[in-house]
């Protein structure tokens, strides 16, 4: 994709302008960035998605049996028929994984690294229907998918802004409004992380929120010392061959500091772990019981393929690559492989075609490597044959 590129899901700004100047820096409104937007989902079907064990969602109601009342899923059929006649949301998260047209969407955000990208959370509001100011401290696209919601942007807020006592929701006390709008099918709001929001549906109304995830502090240091820690042996410890006696034995003397700090940055500055845990930390797939595959032969592959089979890829999988030395490292699903400098090509396509078959994967299904390795994800199941 050229980045210089004017888009019109962008408002004709390319995808460098909008990096430059709004990505986690200020709102942006797009009136139809898509044109004729026509939902390929209805309420009904995202009401029916909250019914499955699978799936993952919740309904906010701003006048239930307590204020902003908040019930998780999966619901009932009766559930539904329960509910106020207005001034309540159902949201359902990662509808990408479970409706194709919805994860076509994410196809326009190409110009953003796809394990920046969380997933697709539809609402389905009743007139009134909000859950509430609040803020994210994700990036979201908010793309008004059917009906009218009116969305107000306030201040940019952190973990010290005051919120209304809820056990669940994070509603806050203060709402300082600074623009308003109302948005119609096809226009889309981009939203910075902490910045202050109010979402209030003026009529039935669907929102698509285009989520993208960014690891802690806190997650990224627990993680990857977790992850280095395998490698590390009960002999590798403080020490200080090097001390001098000591004048106060109850002093710690800002020399140990030093020793402890080397002995950190000699293992957390190792690039190559730190780059493996990333990978695979990006790609943990959101619902891991939907990642499951069966073994297949290198031959059985190569019939399959002769035959007409498609692969695809999981949508519950996630994968990235990364360049080490001359090798690739293929991250899947969680999991990492070294991989010779060759199979750049194949990789990509792996990542990114809709479908692998005989024909694009020609040039690779003499070679051993390449075969093993379809093999494998298809194994671990992040690949898998469509319609089966
Ligand atoms: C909604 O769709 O109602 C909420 C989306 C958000 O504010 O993050
Ligand atoms: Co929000």
Redesign the pocket.
């Known amino acids: 994709m050229n980045s210089d590129t004017p888009l019109q899901l962008l408002g004709g700004l390319t995808a460098r302008e909008f990096m430059r100047d709004y990505w986690q820096k200020k709102p942006l409104l797009v009136r139809q960035a898509f044109t004729d937007f026509e939902s390929p989902i209805d309420a009904d079907e995202l009401a029916g998605l909250a019914l499955e064990e699978e799936v993952e969602s919740r309904i906010v109601i701003e006048h239930g049996e307590t204020p902003w009342e908040l019930r998780r899923g999966p619901f009932t059929e009766e559930t539904f028929g329960t509910l106020p006649e207005r001034d309540w949301?159902l949201?359902v998260q990662s509808v990408d994984q479970f409706v194709p047209e919805v994860a076509e969407l994410l196809e326009h955000f190409r110009f953003l690294p796809s394990w920046r990208i969380d997933d697709v959370?539809i609402?389905f509001?009743t007139p009134g229907g909000?859950?509430g100011p609040?803020f994210?401290n994700y990036d979201?696209f908010?793309l008004q998918g059917h009906g009218k919601r009116n969305w107000k942007v306030g201040q940019m807020c952190n973990s010290d802004s005051p919120l209304l006592e809820h056990p669940d929701l994070r509603i806050l006390a203060d709402f300082e409004q600074s623009d308003e709008w109302s948005l119609e099918p096809g226009d889309m709001l981009y939203l910075p992380p902490r910045l202050a929001?109010y979402?209030v549906a003026e009529d039935n109304c669907l929102?698509y929120?285009v989520g993208f995830r960014a690891p802690s502090a806190a997650e990224v240091l627990t993680h990857f010392t977790d992850f280095l820690s395998q490698f590390l042996t009960d002999e590798e410890r403080y020490s200080d061959a090097d001390a001098q006696p000591v004048s106060d034995p109850h002093q710690i003397q800002h020399d140990a500091l030093g020793r402890l700090k080397s002995l950190l940055n000699e293992h957390m500055g190792d690039e190559r772990l730190l780059l493996t845990w990333f990978g695979q930390f990006m790609t943990e797939p959101r619902y891991p019981e939907m990642v499951a595959g069966e073994a297949l032969s290198e031959e059985e592959l190569i019939d399959s393929l002769e035959q007409g089979a498609i692969i695809i890829r999981n949508p519950s999988a996630r994968m990235a690559w990364s360049e080490v030395d001359d090798n690739l490292l293929l991250f899947a699903s969680g999991q990492s492989r070294l991989l010779p400098g060759e199979l750049r090509e194949l990789l990509k396509l792996i990542c990114s075609a809709d479908a692998l078959h005989a024909e694009n994967l020609a040039q690779w299904l003499g070679d051993e490597a390449s075969l093993e390795l379809i093999c494998e994800l298809i194994k671990q199941g992040s690949l898998g044959f469509a319609n089966e």
């Open positions: 949301t949201l959370m609402s509001a909000s859950v609040h994210d979201v908010l929001h979402g929102t929120s």
